[in-house]
């Protein structure tokens, strides 16, 4: 087993959205979590400093996108210094610029450092309706909420109504599930930490529940995720199948499998959504923990 | 002590300078006239017959190329079309697959070390329709050692298994962007930059080389080759870095280095993110500049490439792809371009889709009012799409156009089959709208994107052939005169260097180019068969390599 790979994820969407409004209140969060954050915007890869100052040094160029040296060693640089750090992040996040495409930032998270946890993308509900038809940029503002595990609808406070309504619309958009708030809990938007580095204080935002899987082969467990019910947002744990362990891992409508990087114990923890758990999300727990998934999932 | 230059032939660019000799001082053209003239005029003057035979002109200046053109020659050349190194070996080009790795198996077999990555660059898949070059190729030429093939893009890479086992990229691996067989194990290629960094050193060492200063020097001896005197770096490495600025300022202001060259900075490769700062950074850079190295430009990249379906268009292309991508929200491009207009500095945008002109064209009236500051140089880059009507608006504006009429040869014939179409492509880079606009026009070579050569170029422009034989546009067509202009005070002048290069007219700088054929004599039809013999910058001579 080698060292454990740093969750990372990408948070997308147009301009003034409010990517960097999330971020800030991510990084000045009363969480207890060490998260590092990449701003790969226009010019130099920032990493934000007042969390990484020791280890930053010199900032490393890049380009948002763009063909050229600095495209490949920027993000790439950045990315290996993160991981460098001692003691590592627990947690990486990528903002990328208002054009960027979060699903191909999104792959730096399957580097072999990183583990990619996904893709958030910020809608301004004010402002999204009319870019998505946009002749200039609809195309790419409707190909970032097609890449995104979870869509949240910003400037919740100031308008709720068009937030409310915002929110149905998107489900109808994009596969993703919708959050609509300022204040999300970490839980929905980074998962919870599965190796149980720090707590989180409750929120009602979501409810979770955690239990210890039987021992199942991959495909099962491919199958087990793939089929979990509406409101789950979030799945993340490690299975045993004989002498292996598997990471399964579900972020929104995405689910993935493969082999852990870490001994741990096994453990599956899943995030809904909401303050009640879903009546179907018991049950389907339960085929997990039995180890009988069978054929019908 | 002065010197008269004694040539075959003289074409000044200058329609009040005519003669067969030059007579310089101090680097700097004194006189042109007849030789017999100057010479009884300064009787003290020394007589240099080394282009009595030849033909010169003032050396060509290329708006818009990157220095990696010459650090990629760092490594293998196994591009699609003949493509000569600094050295002045001319490299065949590798037509089939089978020839990529016949050259691959050569540089393997001269390589001592076993272990060392096999680099190459310049292959292009759109040549091979049908055709993919694989890991499965690669391990023809070496199970052992690690084969890196990056291609003429830069968004995608050919790695052998050798290489995949060495960096752990296997059935495991799991990105998009590593694309696999049937079996479920990779087959070679990486896509984009995540999935191109899993190759690790092959790639990073690659990329780092480009902006040594070996690479550096490569360059200088390219512009050289082509009798390119003055040559623009549009974005290579930031310059934001001290290091990277002092690397630019030790390699070009050294003597034996052959070429001006005007480097501009582009934001989105890093630097400062806040756009007062940009500005105070270039104004800053601009200061250290010397006769021979510039700073002062700024570039900004709004969309992509047409053969690689990633610049913006209005019209769909023929086959179905979707639209490009901007690099720059389209919102954002009139507030960024706003203070680099206001402080003067030279703003050059990257444009190969007619929607990015459009896009374009919107941010400049707004940051300007619609009413530009005199003498803006604010120039389209590439602009291989822009339609009459955004022409029309440019002339309104005053803006000018650097084509990349290279276009035609290396890529006309994709253009018509797969990209936007025979009427499309028959309007592409349309120089004599340009001209017949008043709208100040250059064309270039982009290199390493295609080889740097003034005179290919201006081939290109005045011939508009493609390799199968077809004539795109014969209406826009330039004539030598038009095109060798435009090689020389056209790039001049969106680069604002004009008072100084461009022409050879009494004040300027002594930077010339000697030929083996007049190009006027040559005709339209020969101008890329000419040999360029030597330059001449600030009168000391740099023979061809």
Not at chain 2, 177 to 194: F, R, S
Request: aromatic share 6%.
């Amino acid at each position: 087993m080698s060292t454990p790979k740093i969750p990372l994820t990408v948070i997308g969407g147009y301009l003034g959205a409010g990517k960097t409004t999330l971020v800030n209140r991510i990084l000045t969060g009363d969480h207890g979590r060490r998260i590092a954050v990449i701003v790969n915007d226009f010019g130099d890869v920032a990493i934000d400093e007042a969390l990484l100052e020791p280890a930053t040094g010199g900032l490393r160029a890049l380009a948002n996108g763009c063909v050229c040296c600095a495209a490949v060693d920027g993000l790439a640089s950045a990315l290996a210094d993160v991981a460098a750090l001692d003691p590592a992040p627990e947690h990486v996040i990528i903002e990328v610029s208002g054009v960027g495409d979060p699903w191909a930032v999104a792959q730096w998270g399957r580097t072999p450092r990183y583990e990619l946890d996904g893709v958030v993308v910020v809608v301004d509900p004010l402002a999204i309706e009319r870019w998505v038809v946009d002749p200039y940029v609809g195309d790419t503002v409707r190909a970032q909420l097609g890449a995104a595990d979870l869509l949240l609808v910003s400037h919740a406070d100031d308008e709720p109504e068009a937030s409310e309504r915002v929110a149905e619309w998107l489900i109808n958009m994009a596969p993703a599930p919708v959050i609509i708030g300022s204040d999300v809990s970490l839980s929905l938007l980074l998962g919870r930490p599965t190796l149980g580095i720090a707590s989180e204080r409750p929120h009602a935002d979501h409810v979770t529940v955690s239990f210890t899987p039987a021992t199942t082969d991959r495909d099962v467990l491919q199958a087990w995720l793939d089929a979990a019910p509406d409101g789950v947002v979030r799945v993340k744990g490690f299975v045993p199948d004989g002498d292996d362990l598997f990471a399964g891992q579900r972020f929104g409508h995405r689910s993935e499998v493969r082999r852990a990087s870490v001994a741990v114990d096994p453990v599956m923890v899943v995030v809904c959504a909401g303050s009640t758990m879903p009546p179907e999300v018991g049950p389907w727990c339960a085929r997990l923990e039995s180890g009988q998934v069978g054929d019908g999932v | 002590m002065s010197t008269i230059l004694r040539t075959g032939a003289l074409h000044t660019i200058d329609p009040a300078a005519t003669g067969d000799a030059v007579h310089i001082a101090d680097g700097r053209i004194l006189g042109v006239g007849s030789f017999d003239e100057l010479r009884a005029s300064n009787p003290d003057a020394g007589v240099d017959d080394r282009f009595a035979d030849a033909v010169v002109l003032p050396g060509f200046v290329e708006a818009h190329a990157h220095s990696m053109a010459g650090g990629m020659w760092q490594h293998l050349y196994v591009g699609y079309f003949d493509n000569r190194d600094p050295d002045g070996r001319v490299w065949p080009g590798c037509t089939t697959l089978d020839e990529v790795i016949d050259r691959l198996r050569e540089a393997d077999a001269a390589l001592d070390d076993p272990n060392a990555v096999l680099r190459a660059w310049g292959l292009d898949p759109i040549y091979f329709p049908g055709d993919r070059l694989v890991a499965e190729h690669l391990d023809r030429v070496s199970t052992t050692r690690p084969i890196f093939v990056f291609h003429a893009s830069l968004h995608l890479a050919t790695v052998n298994t050798a290489l995949m086992e060495r960096e752990g990229i296997n059935a495991d691996t799991m990105m998009d962007g590593v694309p696999k067989d049937g079996a479920g194990n990779p087959i070679g290629e990486l896509q984009e930059p995540a999935a191109m960094s899993l190759a690790g050193d092959a790639l990073i060492g690659m990329v780092r080389s480009f902006m040594a200063p070996p690479g550096v020097r490569a360059f200088g001896d390219l512009a050289r080759n082509a009798g390119v005197t003055t040559i623009a770096d549009l974005g290579s490495g930031p310059i934001a870095s001290d290091a990277i600025a002092e690397m630019w300022q030790q390699v070009v202001n050294d003597r034996d280095f052959p070429a001006r060259v005007s480097v501009f900075h582009n934001p989105g490769q890093g630097g400062p993110a806040g756009l007062d700062d940009v500005t105070a950074l270039i104004l800053r850079r601009r200061a250290e500049s010397t006769d021979k190295l510039r700073f002062g430009g700024v570039k900004f990249v709004l969309d992509g490439s047409i053969q690689g379906y990633t610049a913006r268009v209005t019209e769909p292309y023929v086959n179905g792809k979707d639209n490009g991508l901007w690099l720059i929200p389209p919102d954002q491009l009139a507030e960024w371009i706003r203070p680099v207009i206001d402080a003067g500095l030279l703003l050059h945008v990257h444009c190969n889709g007619d929607q990015a002109v459009d896009v374009l064209l919107a941010a400049f009236t707004e940051a300007t009012g619609g009413q530009p500051p005199a003498d803006h140089r604010t120039t389209v880059q590439h602009s291989q799409l822009t339609r009459l009507d955004q022409y029309e608006r440019m002339a309104e504006l005053g803006m000018g156009a650097n084509l990349f009429s290279n276009h035609f040869w290396y890529w006309g014939d994709q253009h018509v089959d797969l990209t936007v179409g025979p009427e499309r492509a028959a309007g592409m880079n349309a120089a004599a709208t340009v001209l017949s606009l008043g709208i100040p026009l250059s064309i270039h070579c982009d290199a390493s994107v295609t080889p740097l050569g003034s005179l290919h170029v201006a081939w290109c422009a005045a011939n508009r052939q493609t390799p199968s034989g077809r004539v795109l546009g014969p209406d826009e067509r330039l004539d030598v005169g038009q095109a060798m202009h435009a090689i020389t005070m056209g790039a001049a002048s969106q680069l604002r260097m004009d008072h100084e290069i461009g022409s050879i007219t009494p004040g300027k700088r002594a930077d010339l180019v000697a030929l083996d054929t007049d190009p006027f004599v040559a005709g339209a039809e020969g101008l890329r068969d000419i040999n360029v013999l030597s330059t001449v910058l600030g009168g000391e001579h740099h023979p061809v390599g």
